[in-house]
């Protein structure tokens, strides 16, 4: 097949974003055909597929936004494509392969240009997300007046995604049939495709490297902000400071840019010599080290980070939302967000009896199996699928 993908972000940010690079890149060495369009402000260099540069400076969320601008130049991206494809001896593109919203727009017109399919995969349920971030209370006035005014435009995106799309990948069924609620479009395709755990992220080194005995310290992976749970984090660390527990140490990986607020509310709440801030960085020598990973965030479709825990062999307990009840399958390891008492009350115990925190691994462990699948095999099949 010969498939183009579209990545004119300036800097990778975030997991789904590496995760649609790995996938263009295993696309690729599975023998099909794929260019990529990259801002060539982008310090990346593919290994197999065909990088197409494309020069399209922006401002994230500012104005215009960076949809419009790539959208605007879609003729001239086009025409690098075709010159790309034609030096490589490329037949016609079948399929335009996206994941979120940013690129829309841009892929929307390439589909028209080129004749192609449009294969659209949600990393999230934007619309979900901010529903329960605003019943969440924990939004400024200003947050949650930018919520409301920007559903709109999610909601509509999520009817051009319905009409323009030849297949749309969900990774759990609950944001799929919500989804599928909202636009009422009959003639839609849809495929379920859940992360997994596997090459090039979760490296032989690190399965089952953690070998912790006791509970003695706890891990945070994601981005600092109230949708991801950190705050909630910070609470369980002083409750159980406050049982008494003060030995127990937080490990907090995630950009610290403009974070200010975070680390304000660690100090405020007294946990702030506790904490290790480490930054964006590798995750696997801390989820080898910790004792415990917790992620109570406030929505998730299909954590990665839970993921790459579970190849660790380091214990997880989480919020019951999103996929991650698909992910950890034991009510045991799951919570409400804000169920700071019950999170609280589950470490004490592995703290204080090693046999519970070995039980609690054991749990963690036998999950892990049913994620190591072909991960890229299962989109290149949905898309021969469709013909």
Not at 12 to 29: C, D, K, Q
Not at 326 to 350: H, S, Y
Request: hydrophobic share 45%.
């Amino acid at each position: 097949m010969v498939i183009i993908g579209l990545f004119l972000n300036k800097e990778i940010r975030t997991g789904a974003n590496r995760r649609y690079l790995e996938l263009m890149e295993a696309l690729a060495r599975r023998g099909n055909r794929v260019f990529v369009a990259m801002n060539s402000l982008l310090e990346y260099q593919p290994e197999s597929f065909v990088r197409v540069e494309i020069c399209i400076p922006y401002v994230r969320k500012g104005f215009p936004p960076a949809s419009f601008l790539f959208a605007h130049k879609s003729r001239r991206i086009a025409a690098l494509i075709r010159d790309a494809m034609a030096a490589r001896g490329a037949g016609d593109v079948e399929w335009i392969h996206i994941h979120g919203d940013m690129h829309l727009a841009l892929a929307v017109k390439l589909k028209k240009l080129f004749g192609a399919k449009l294969f659209f995969a949600y990393r999230c349920n934007d619309v979900l997300r901010a529903h329960i971030v605003r019943r969440s209370g924990m939004l400024k006035p200003a947050e949650y007046v930018r919520s409301r005014a920007y559903e709109p435009v999610n909601r509509f995106r999520e009817k051009v995604v319905a009409r323009q799309a030849n297949l749309v990948c969900f990774q759990n069924s609950a944001d799929r049939d919500d989804w599928l609620m909202r636009v009422r479009f009959p003639l839609v395709k849809t495929v379920l495709i859940p992360g997994n755990i596997g090459l090039p992220r979760c490296r032989d080194e690190w399965k089952n490297a953690n070998r912790a005995t006791s509970l003695d310290s706890l891990v945070y992976v994601g981005v600092l902000s109230i949708t991801k749970g950190l705050f909630q984090v910070f609470s369980v660390l002083h409750e159980l400071h406050s049982r008494g527990f003060r030995n127990l140490t937080l490990a907090v990986l995630g950009k610290t840019d403009d974070a200010d607020e975070v680390f304000q509310l660690a100090e405020k709440l007294g946990i702030e010599k506790a904490i290790t801030w480490a930054g964006y960085t590798d995750p696997f020598p801390y989820l080898t080290t910790a004792s415990m990973m917790i992620f109570p965030s406030l929505y998730d479709a299909f954590p990665d980070t839970i993921l790459e825990a579970l190849h660790t062999g380091c214990p997880v307990i989480a919020s019951r939302r999103g996929g991650i009840p698909d992910i950890l399958g034991n009510e045991e390891l799951l919570f409400e967000p804000d169920d700071i008492g019950g999170m609280a009350d589950l470490i004490g115990r592995c703290i204080t009896d090693e046999r519970e925190y070995r039980r609690i691994r054991a749990v963690c462990a036998e999950r892990a199996e049913r994620f190591r699948f072909d991960w890229p095999e299962r989109w290149e099949h949905a898309m021969k699928e469709i013909r």
